[in-house]
């Protein structure tokens, strides 16, 4: 079975500072993908970030990164450079080629003060 | 770009009644989803459908039904909705699983009294 756990549910950063989010996972599977989605309040579900399994290396996408530790099952999410508008629910998730589930985490609640 | 479209944005149900959630998508996606996301919660996976004709059961699927006779359309029904079923709807759509990025509706937020 799937599952995605987040143990932080909510984080808060100052403006133009680096906040990191937690995510494990477990899979059966050897083909998979993980994924970061972004909440804002507008309820808007936006992909950030996703890190295919069979690669080593970790994906970014501008301010954002995933530092992915395959054999602890772990994929973190680090925001550089924080802004305001980053404030919203991310949620971590995972999903594989060999099953049609794209499971979802609980979510981690992210403030950006400025 | 409609993308995935989902009516209605809001509705107050009383218990017992039905209703039935729409869920629209243009971009020719062979996969969607429904999915309820509690406070506190995460996203809970009801039901998914791999393409026209084939559904199956996700992580909460008891008091919802599901089917799909066209690519475009995945309506999610509600029978005899309970408080327990308040939430958030979801409808998410994607090419394939794997590695493809799902694409959300707007959500509906339903209540039920």
């Known amino acids: 079975a799937q599952t995605v756990t987040q143990s932080q549910p909510e984080m808060s950063v100052q403006e133009a500072e680096t906040v990191t989010l937690s995510c494990t996972y477990d899979t059966s599977e050897n083909n998979y993908y993980l994924f970061w989605y972004k909440q804002p309040p507008s309820r808007q579900m936006i992909l950030v970030i996703r890190q295919e399994a069979y690669k080593q290396q970790n994906a970014t996408e501008n301010r954002f990164s995933v530092n992915f530790q395959k054999a602890a099952k772990s994929f973190s999410l680090k925001i550089s450079d924080s802004q305001l508008g980053d404030t919203a629910m991310y949620f971590c998730?995972?999903?594989?080629?060999?099953?049609?589930?794209?499971?979802f985490g609980t979510g981690t609640r992210l403030q950006v003060f400025p | 770009n409609a993308g995935v479209t989902q009516t209605p944005k809001f509705r107050i149900l009383k218990i017992g009644q039905s209703m039935t959630l729409q869920c629209t998508q243009d971009?020719?996606?062979?996969?969607m989803y429904w999915y309820r996301q509690d406070p506190g919660m995460g996203l809970k996976l009801i039901y998914y459908?791999?393409?026209?004709?084939?559904?199956d059961k996700g992580e909460v699927p008891n008091g919802y039904n599901v089917s799909r006779s066209t690519t475009e359309d995945f309506p999610l029904r509600l029978e005899l909705a309970a408080p327990s079923q308040t939430s958030v709807y979801f409808c998410a759509s994607s090419y394939r699983t794997g590695g493809t990025e799902a694409f959300f509706g707007q959500g509906t937020r339903l209540t039920v009294v």
């Open positions: 459908s791999v393409g026209a004709g084939i559904t």
């Open positions: 971009m020719n996606h062979n996969y």
């Open positions: 998730a995972s999903g594989s080629y060999n099953t049609d589930k794209l499971i």
